[in-house]
């Protein structure tokens, strides 16, 4: 786990910007069980590459038009259980942080992975998303 004083700055780059933070099991699942409308989570991390590339690519997909009616997120390395709730919803993908994935009606339908993420750039992150934003939402 890191230290909550890393941490707090990282989380408010996407809260500060109208995501919800999730912490827990129960909040997760209330918002990933709903079976009508759109989540966006962003599953953050203090790595490098979330903080160069998604959580640029996705404050700059939902600042662009249509966007999903829920934005959310968790944290790995500090919600641990709000994490791992969250993977369940992300699977068949293996763990990856930080990842960003797209629900519709309750079901996942778009996923990038860090390896998706890690050495493109926020505008092309964005621009996966807005796609994917004018397919779902």
Avoid: W
């Amino acid at each position: 786990m890191y230290p909550i004083e890393l941490t707090t700055p990282i989380a408010k780059d996407l809260t500060d910007f109208g995501f919800t933070g999730l912490s827990s099991p129960s909040e997760v699942d209330e918002i990933l069980d709903k079976k009508e409308g759109t989540v966006l989570l962003v599953v953050n991390s203090v790595c490098g590459c979330a903080a160069a590339n998604a959580r640029p690519g996705a404050k700059m997909a939902v600042a662009n038009g249509k966007k999903p009616d829920h934005l959310v997120t968790v944290f790995a390395g500090v919600d641990k259980d709000a994490v791992d709730k969250a993977r369940e919803y992300l699977l068949p993908y293996p763990p990856s942080s930080p990842s960003i994935a797209l629900f519709k009606d309750g079901k996942l339908v778009h996923m990038l992975e860090r390896r998706h993420i890690e050495g493109n750039s926020a505008q092309t992150i964005a621009h996966n998303l807005v796609e994917a934003f004018e397919v779902h939402c």
